[in-house]
T-cell receptor
């Protein structure tokens, strides 16, 4: 158990809909990262927040957005969903935001299926 | 730009055999970190090891060992006396200063250990 929690575990929805994925980092960790794992793209970094502020952005679509709240939990919002958005979405946390050497601990993931 | 290549998409061995998973990376930075993660059938990503670019000493942890060679930009992972519980997808990842905190993952190697 990494200490990172994600809800829900599974999500099934229809094209055009909007969903919110939630992540709680390990106790004391200030950084939260979101990754997408799909069959065709592999594991890709989406976005990072550190202590409530956006720190880095990867291959995140404009239809996707995220935020980190004062209690450090984070939400990833996916809108106008398409079939290709079906994937496993991971949240990870680490202690620091600036250092690129710290290990990231991953949550169990949310499996999103868009029908 | 950084890149991680895991040329072996799938490996199948019989229990008790030794197996090596290859990882080749590309980065322009002289300071970087390499990681290995395990993804068992249950889907979570489990952190295994972190290695910095200045430390080329091989590391051993139980049946696991890692061979880091800067000259060939490789960070290979060996499992000695494999067990059925080692069956999983293994990911090599890289983070460097240019990329900030994001992890760049290889495509993963699916290891199947048969009894």
């Amino acid at each position: 158990d990494s200490g990172v929690t994600q809800t829900p575990k599974h999500l099934i929805t229809a094209t055009g809909q909007r969903v919110t994925l939630r992540c709680s980092p390990r106790s004391g960790d200030l950084s939260v990262y979101w990754y997408q794992q799909s069959l065709d793209q592999g594991l890709q970094f989406l976005i990072q927040y550190y202590n409530g502020e956006e720190r880095a952005k990867g291959n995140i679509l404009e239809r996707f957005s995220a935020q980190q709240f004062p209690d450090l939990h984070s939400e990833l919002n996916l809108s106008s969903l398409e079939l290709g958005d079906s994937a496993l979405y991971f949240c990870a946390s680490s202690a620091w935001g600036r250092s690129f050497n710290n290990e990231q601990f991953f949550g169990p993931g949310t499996r999103l299926t868009v029908l | 730009a950084q890149k991680v290549t895991q040329a072996q998409t799938e490996i199948s061995v019989v229990e008790k055999e030794d197996v090596t998973l290859d990882c080749v990376y590309e980065t322009r930075d002289t300071t970087y970190y390499l990681f290995w993660y395990k993804q068992p059938p249950s889907g979570e990503l489990v952190f295994l090891i972190r290695r910095n670019s200045f430390d080329e000493q091989n590391e051993i942890s139980g049946r696991y060992s890692w061979n880091f060679q800067k000259s060939t930009s490789s960070f290979n992972f060996t499992i000695t006396a494999s067990q059925v519980v080692d069956s999983a997808v293994y990911f090599c990842a890289l983070s460097d200063k240019n990329a900030g905190n994001m992890l760049t993952f290889g495509g993963g190697t699916r290891l199947m250990v048969k009894p």
